[in-house]
């Protein structure tokens, strides 16, 4: 009798385990729709504040494509681009990086180009850096972030891309140098591969899927 009423607890248990895990799994697929919904306004809304949208006349998810390198956009990480063309013209792009040189893991950010090489702005799509310090690259937290406005990068000025710790020309943060330092380098990163690639980028086919 005793088994009987452990063996009927544990086939209540499992049914429930299975139930409850069913729900979730369904909750998770009638969410997914609207988190991608978000998460795509939310990308609209970051490309809009790098290029003027008044700049461009094509539909700039649709000009979504992927590319990867190592070296200088993210070690194991897939980026995006999206392009902004006006008349059929390269406009500006906008192209996601990340490092990993911060202070406390991945800072993912989205650097905006100008066809002729200069920087149209810099956002931080996601960080985990310190509150009250590293979180300075918010823009609802500081201003720090605007400083890479309208700069260029040429090779034989290449020193001149780091914080003035380092005898570079960017401004750190009071208290911090790591994650202001992790993002002027992977903006600099970023500005080398596009000076490498940017005919192929304004001209690659679009491959992300769910912007097309």
Not at 107 to 116: E, Y
Not at 154 to 183: C, H, L, M, Y
Request: proline residues 3%.
């Amino acid at each position: 009798m005793i088994l009987s009423a452990i063996s009927r607890n544990g086939f209540l248990l499992a049914a429930f385990a299975i139930i409850c895990t069913a729900a979730v799994a369904t909750v998770n697929q009638l969410t997914k729709p609207v988190i991608a919904k978000q998460e795509q306004m939310a990308l609209l809304k970051t490309i809009n504040q790098l290029i003027p949208k008044d700049s461009y006349d094509n539909d700039i998810f649709a000009s979504c494509f992927i590319i990867n390198d190592d070296t200088l956009l993210g070690k194991d990480r897939s980026q995006q681009v999206f392009v902004a063309k006006k008349a059929g013209k390269p406009v500006a792009l906008m192209l996601e990086t990340s490092t990993f040189k911060g202070y406390a893991g991945e800072i993912k950010l989205a650097v905006g180009i100008f066809a002729d090489g200069k920087v149209a702005g810099v956002r931080v799509i996601r960080h985990s850096e310190t509150p009250g310090l590293g979180d300075k690259i918010q823009t609802n937290k500081s201003d720090w972030i605007y400083s890479f406005n309208n700069k260029h990068y040429q090779k034989d000025q290449s020193a001149r891309w780091e914080v003035k710790k380092n005898g570079g020309d960017i401004d750190a943060f009071t208290g911090a140098t790591i994650t202001p330092r992790a993002i002027t380098l992977a903006v600099k990163d970023t500005l080398i591969y596009f000076n490498k690639n940017s005919d192929t980028l304004f001209n690659h086919p679009a491959n992300c899927g769910e912007f097309e």
